[in-house]
């Protein structure tokens, strides 16, 4: 290399297939830090081609299983295959077990894969603060699919939806109330309903159930189908990947891809933009001691919560 | 902003399948507020190091109770250096049951962290806090 030919940026290094510098990149935009968002500005506009797909489910449903075999199906289609895994950080110290890769040992023998763990730190909804952006930046590497395991989801945990383009919920029979008790939340976001563990009695009454749902909805255009799936076996999860094809090609096909990326672009600059607004209001409203003043005098009940924004916004 | 985590990934290379010890300390790193990626036992060297670059991880902690270390370990880390990672840069350290006479081998290898039986989980919180890189 000649003096005038500087080293490649990590940003060039990724776009010509660098893992390594894939892998720093995303630590960089998962902080958020100058570095990231520096990286987002080069490698945005490289993104736009990935087809994301998010699994999401009970914890215990088999979410890291039904992603390891589509993993594997999708490979065998011949696609890239870039996955996101979510696990919860914990809300006292912080700290995160992150534990997808103990399902998912026999996708690391595959270059054609790249798996990021990544911890909640602190988010709800069932991503992370800086999950879109780790896609995105997946999406610029040239993946053709991306999957998205969330943190285990109840019944409101549907960020998911606005993230990915194609939603898959994981169900399990033996939840029968459960399903009754999701039907106003997650269970409106599905475009695909798996039915795992699907060898275990009552599978049958589940997708009675789902589809039983399904009949009253109203909503037009895409019908979402119910695969049933035996993960541990392998079992179904072709029909499962050929149903978030379908998706998504009827997505492409309708014209609704458009409205799925705006969705995404308005729910990420709004995120962002109340993160700053926080950040700047904490600095300069006197800062976080300032709120600690408020927040024990509403925790003492001297005053109520409105009227301590109130003060410190201003009324 | 937040301040950047400290990211581990924990592994057991090699056929031994107790993974108890690994699980103890991935627990305590864990309560210590870093972001621990268990991979599971039964790891070969190439898993190992592909999960140190997919993960880009901060630190890498190899727990073993064959008696083998001294012909997995190695290859743990030429997986690793083929992949660009630098035990310079990046901190390995390792436990199990593995003689003192061994120790300064590993060391040399560039596991900067030797624990053999009856280590503190305190010491070894202490010891990552101590000698990870951390980004400017």
């Known amino acids: ?315 | 902003m937040a301040e950047r985590k400290i990211r581990i990934v924990i592994a057991k290379p090699g056929l031994d399948g107790h993974d108890r010890g690994a699980k103890v300390v991935a627990r305590s790193l864990r309560d210590a507020g870093m972001e621990v990626i268990y991979t599971g036992i039964r790891q070969t060297p190439e898993m190992i190091a592909e999960a140190a670059l997919q993960e880009d991880a901060d630190v890498v902690g190899l727990s073993i109770l064959s008696g083998a270390h001294l012909e997995l370990f190695p290859r743990v880390m030429d997986a690793c250096k083929e992949r660009g990672i630098d035990p310079n840069e990046t901190l390995f350290f390792c436990g199990g049951i593995i003689p003192d006479e061994d120790f300064p081998q590993l060391q040399k290898m560039g596991f900067k962290g030797v624990f053999g039986p009856g280590s503190n989980t305190g010491d070894i919180i202490e010891f990552v806090h101590e000698h990870v890189r951390q980004p400017a």
């Open chain 1, 1 to 315: 290399m000649t003096a005038d030919s500087p080293s490649p940026t990590l940003e060039e290094r990724l776009l010509e297939g660098d893992r390594r510098a894939l892998a720093r990149l995303l630590t960089e935009v998962e902080a958020g830090s100058a570095r990231g968002l520096a990286a987002m500005k080069v490698l945005y506009p490289h993104t736009g081609r990935a087809q994301t797909i998010g699994v999401t489910g009970s914890p215990g449903a088999g979410k890291s299983t039904v992603t390891n075999e589509m993993a594997k199906a999708y490979r065998a289609r011949g696609k890239t295959v870039g996955i996101v895994a979510i696990d919860p950080s914990s809300p006292f110290t912080q700290g995160a077990i992150l534990g997808d890769r103990v399902r998912m040992q026999e996708l690391t023998a595959d270059s054609g894969i790249f798996l990021r763990s990544l911890a909640s730190r602190g988010s709800l909804g069932g991503l992370s603060e800086g999950s879109m952006d780790v896609i995105l930046v997946m999406d610029a590497f040239g993946k053709d699919v991306i999957l998205i395991e969330t943190v285990g989801a109840g019944q409101d945990e549907v960020e998911i939806a606005g993230t990915a383009l194609t939603t898959v919920l994981v169900n399990t029979p033996g939840m029968g109330d459960d399903i009754q008790a999701m039907k106003a939340g997650i269970m409106e976001i599905a475009d695909v309903f798996a039915v795992n563990k699907a060898d275990l009695p009552g599978a049958d009454i589940v997708v009675a159930q789902i589809s039983a749902l399904l009949s009253l909805s109203t909503a037009d255009g895409w019908d979402p189908p119910i695969v049933k799936v035996t993960a541990t076996e392998a079992e179904g999860i072709e029909e499962l990947v050929d149903a978030c094809d379908q998706h998504h090609a009827y997505l492409v096909e309708s014209g609704a891809i458009a409205e799925s990326e705006a969705n995404r672009a308005r729910r990420q600059i709004v995120a962002l933009a109340r993160r700053r607004l926080l950040a700047q209001l904490i600095d300069h409203s006197g800062g976080q001691d300032r709120l600690d003043e408020l927040v024990t005098a509403v925790a003492e009940r001297k005053l109520d919560p409105h009227s301590a924004v109130d003060q410190w916004i201003g009324g």
